[in-house]
């Protein structure tokens, strides 16, 4: 696992993923009795605050509620004010053919590499669904992406699940073709792991030595494990990759008090 040969280097890049933001068109509206303008901007001030120096950002879509220009407009003068380089990849409520601003080419897989370590966008989201599919052509171009950075440590992104969540109405809106996407991944060594949003809660499959993970939302969170669509008190968060330069990396997830809920249970108990 660990390559020895690899020129010692102290360098710690710092990744962290943003998902399912579900940004409304007007940021004073609520989406699932929350506000998730609010939070999303409390998920960023506990990143900030605990994170000053960060490498990147990838969000790993449902940036949007309502995909309306304003959304992705205001989304995007906030992560400019951030100054850290960000990458999207659209989700199943982003209007990825028209609208979504950052991927433009959304029928391509990207990379991006951060020292040893490389980051592939993939794009799952189908118009008018809300499962996923990723397209053949993509899965092509992944295959010719992992030969290209053999030598490099890959993390594999995409909106949509690819392992069943064991919560029935969670897993119709699965990656549907995730065995095709898996099949591509197994015949290679160089990937660590697949990161995923869309199912608004943490999760950890291992599969052919991947690790396949999800993050939670910065908005609301869902029940696990439940059959029927429902809620869950988890509070919002983020995942924190840190990665060495020899392979090595470490993973979790932070959540996120947020004041608004704090303010509520005081209010509630009067
Ligand atoms: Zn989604």
Redesign the pocket.
Known sequence: MTQTSTPASEKVWTLIQIS?THLMDQPELEFARMNPEQSFLEVVHDIQQRFPHIDAVVHT??LAQVAAESTYQRYLQFMQTWNVPHYQIP???DDYLAIFPFYKNSDEAHAISFGCWTLILLNSAVKGRVDGWVEQKQLDQLEQLLLEHSKQYVIVTC?HHPFAMQSHWIDQHRLKNSEALKDVIARHTNVKMVLF??VHQDSENEWQGVRYLSTPSTSVQFKPLSENFALDQAQPGYRVLQLKDNGEYQTYIQRVVLKQAKINTEISGY
């Open positions: 399912d879509g449902d989700g199943n409520h909106h949003g869309h």
